[in-house]
Every structure is written in C-alpha cells, then in structure tokens.
C-alpha cells in the first residue's frame, strides 16, 4: 500500500515539475534572452537585395518579387542609421555601400543559401564583432497617393545579426507587410490608426519593420 502511494506521489511530483517548466517556457521570440548583451559595437551593413537562392542567407526568394530600385537602397541605409540613432542606446559602425564588393551579392552557382559564409568573411575584413544585415525581399510600391490607391504598398524586408567570430546568426527579424483597408481587414484598426488613416509608401512600411527589428535583436 505504501509503495503505491510514494509511486503516485512520484508521478504527481513529475507532472507538477514538468507544467511548471512549460510554463517557464518563452511564449514567443521576444520571451528569449537575447545575446547581444554588453557594449559591442554593431557594424551595419549595407541594405542589399537577394534576387536568387544562392544569394541567401536563409529562406527563399519570394514568388513575382519586386525589385528595389537601387537609389531606394540607399535612402533605407539613411532610414536605417536615423531608427538605430534614434531608438536605441548602441554603438553603431555604418558601412559605406562602396566597400561592399559585388561578388558578396552576384554569385549564382547554388540553388540553395550559401551567402553566410561571404558575409562572415566580410565581417571580419571590416574588423566586426557582431554584424547586422538588412536586406529587402519583396518590394512592391503603393500605386495611387496617400488618399487612396490602386495598389497599396507591400514589403518584406529581414535583418540578420551575426557574431563574426563564431560565424553564427545570432538572431533574425522579418518583417512582411502588404497594407489593406478597413474595409479588408476590421482587425488593422490599430495599425490604420498609427498610420493616421493613409496609404503608406513601400519605404514607410520598411520603417515599420526597422523599428521592429530593433525590439526582436535586443538592439
């Protein structure tokens, strides 16, 4: 009889300790403790845009992707150093677009991501510890104005920060937006109203997922 109550207490003892961690578990990604303590200095690569697999760090290449135009590249850059300044408390080191050299983002020998490694060296050539990517994916403009469109803007844009030492990623952010009305979507209520009931333009929703990103890398 004894033995049988210690072994149902040991079960019951089980199923306490094993709910218990369930619950200590991270409910989403921003639960998990981020990496990027301490005062590393963050290199901020230039924003590129994957246009074939092996160009990838990770994921895939979108279906009918919008190409960004290469001047809009270059206003994300400016966009880009104004949130991390802004928003954040970082030291950060801003790589020139022309240091970029152009084997890191023409190769086509894969159909499979094969871009780390390229960039882990480039990281070290630029004497970074910890580098931060941000590239577009997907990029479609609105077509109409801010009163109203025909097309409204559509984004996907993801940031890689790496530890160069390890050659890792130490986390990833994705952002992927098309707007839609009110009359789309009743749940966008919030967002409508963030956006003060406009049609936002393409880099406007790349903002978004800037801000976004500095929340999921701990930035």
């Not at 300790?17 to 991270?26: I, T």
């Not at 697999?53 to 104004?82: C, F, K, V, Y």
């Not at 300044?85 to 080191?93: A, E, F, I, L, V």
Request: net charge positive.
């Amino acid at each position: 009889m004894h033995t049988r109550l210690n072994i149902l207490l040991l079960i019951v003892l089980s199923l306490v300790l094993a709910l218990g961690a369930c619950s200590k578990r991270p409910r989403s990604t921003a639960d998990v403790p981020r990496n990027l303590s301490g005062t590393y200095t963050v290199t901020v690569a230039p924003f590129t845009q994957p246009i074939n697999a092996s160009q990838l760090i990770m994921g895939r290449i979108p279906e009918n992707q919008g190409r960004t135009p290469e001047d809009m590249l270059m206003a994300l850059d400016m966009r880009l150093r104004h949130v991390l300044t802004t928003d954040t408390n970082r030291q950060y080191k801003f790589i020139s677009l022309r240091t970029l050299p152009k084997d890191l983002t023409t190769f086509h020998s894969s159909e499979q991501p094969q871009a780390l490694p390229r960039w882990i060296e480039y990281g070290k050539k630029q004497g970074a510890q910890v580098l931060l990517i941000p590239q577009v994916l997907d990029w479609h403009e609105r077509e109409g104005s801010t009163a109203g469109v025909t097309q409204s803007a559509h984004v996907r844009v993801e940031f890689f920060l790496l530890r160069v030492d390890t050659g890792s990623i130490m986390d990833r952010s994705v952002f992927e937006e098309k707007q839609l009305g009110l009359t789309e979507n009743l749940l966008n209520m919030g967002s409508f109203l963030k956006r003060k009931g406009q049609w936002v333009s393409a880099e406007d929703l790349t903002v978004e997922g800037m801000r976004k990103a500095v929340k999921d890398l701990g930035l």
